[in-house]
């Protein structure tokens, strides 16, 4: 028991010295001296002259009251254009603004009419300007009281204050006063930065809603650059295949068929081989242009969906009655979609709905693209048994698009799709 007691005191007595060394450091960083001090003493001074107008224009007689606040409005946008500025250049932080930069004035003045500005210009800049003022009287209070027994012998020499020689008891008093403020404005500074920063912040940024909207846009921005570039890599992929592995292919696949009816006295099992190889070279030439065919078609890039999908239809194992009702041509991205989306419900409908017969129409309503595939199968497509239908859905999706199924039990089996022309 005396041992452990022992043993606790050097705990106790930790604690304090862990504290120290925090205390110090946080003395340090509000020390007059320090480069934190001095930013924030020039973020207020910065912010002064910026609420004077406001101050100015609250301060005039009643009859010169309104013209005043209608100048302060229309003075809005460029009031807050400077405070951003202030807060970018003096801390290094953007605060985006509600409109683009190419927006026009009168845009512009309409954006500079919310009540959070209003309340700032109005209210929150006027005060703040009183705060950096008082701080700047209080530094400069903090330097005079200090320097007491440096300029007390330029007062005359009947000045109460220059009996016995300077050194009194008052200019000690006035002298610790101002060393003491000296080391108290820091931490005042500090405080009223951080409240001029945060308010700026606050009622000069977008509010939540602004930057819910435009996260929005920014995410479905990505996601269109994110398709554009998948389709594109297809197109390469594509290229690169049809270019290079197939011509490859037929080239070794020509010289076998040469080898197979030219070489007349090679030994049967010789014959036998080159024969097998020949037929495994066409095999997988026809793989590899189904393959590439499969990644982007070429007639969908040269004559657009319409053409496209009649090939669809045309190899389609079912029958296949295509209705098309285009103007004219759409995203390319937006074909490859609705390209891929269609033929794999055509695949769908003939391996699992024992359909006889197809019925596919697209047409144009507006800027949407309704797609509908319509077959006399057996019907009950559910996209939770792994029919290839969650697919589509999110070949929809990619592009903001929506799909819907209609399967009752003993069909028809209707698939309905809405993509939008334009990304």
Not at 41 to 64: D, I, M, R, T, Y
Not at 400 to 416: E, H, M, Y
């Amino acid at each position: 028991m005396f041992q452990s007691k022992i043993q606790s005191r050097p705990v106790r007595a930790a604690r304090p010295a862990a504290a120290r060394p925090a205390v110090l450091r946080a003395a340090l960083e509000r020390a007059p001296w320090s480069t934190s001090t001095r930013r924030d003493s020039l973020f207020l001074a910065a912010g002064l002259p910026l609420g004077l107008p406001c101050l100015v224009a609250l301060c005039v007689p009643s009859k010169s009251l309104l013209p005043g606040l209608l100048l302060l409005v229309a003075l809005f946008d460029l009031m807050t254009t400077a405070q951003r500025s202030r807060v970018r250049g003096l801390r290094g932080l953007e605060i985006p603004g509600r409109l683009p930069p190419d927006a026009g004035w009168l845009s512009r003045l309409r954006a500079g009419l919310t009540w959070r500005q209003a309340v700032h210009h109005l209210v929150t800049a006027p005060i703040q300007t009183c705060c950096a003022a008082l701080v700047l009287a209080l530094w400069g209070s903090a330097i005079v009281l200090l320097g007491f027994f440096g300029w007390v012998w330029l007062l005359p020499m009947d000045n109460p204050l220059r009996s016995g020689h300077g050194w009194t008891i008052d200019g000690a008093v006035i002298t610790g006063g101002g060393l003491l403020l000296l080391f108290l404005t820091p931490w005042l500074t500090a405080l009223l930065a951080a409240l001029d920063l945060w308010t700026v912040r606050a009622l000069l940024g977008p509010n939540r809603a602004e930057v819910l909207e435009r996260r929005v846009e920014h995410l479905a921005q990505s996601r269109v650059d994110v398709v554009d570039a998948a389709d594109a890599e297809r197109r390469r992929i594509e290229r690169d295949l049809h270019d290079g592995a197939q011509q490859r292919l037929v080239s070794l696949a020509m010289n076998l068929g040469l080898a197979r009816r030219t070489l007349k006295n090679v030994p049967p099992e010789a014959m036998e081989v080159i024969v097998a190889a020949h037929e495994e070279a066409q095999a997988a030439i026809k793989e590899l242009h189904d393959l590439v065919r499969g990644l982007h078609p070429a007639v969908l890039e040269d004559r657009g969906l319409d053409a496209a999908l009649s090939g669809i239809a045309a190899r389609s194992p079912v029958p296949v009655h295509l209705a098309v009702d285009l103007p004219g041509r759409i995203a390319p991205t937006v074909e490859a979609v609705a390209y891929f989306t269609v033929s794999e419900a055509l695949a769908n409908a003939a391996k699992h709905a024992k359909a006889s017969r197809v019925d596919l129409a697209l047409r144009r309503v507006d800027d949407r693209l309704l797609i509908t595939v319509t077959d006399d199968g057996i019907g009950g497509a559910d996209a939770t048994r792994g029919t290839g239908l969650t697919g589509l859905r999110k070949r929809a999706a990619s592009v903001d698009g929506s799909l819907a199924i209609t399967s009752p039990r003993g069909g028809p089996t209707t698939i309905t799709m809405e993509l939008p022309c334009e990304l």
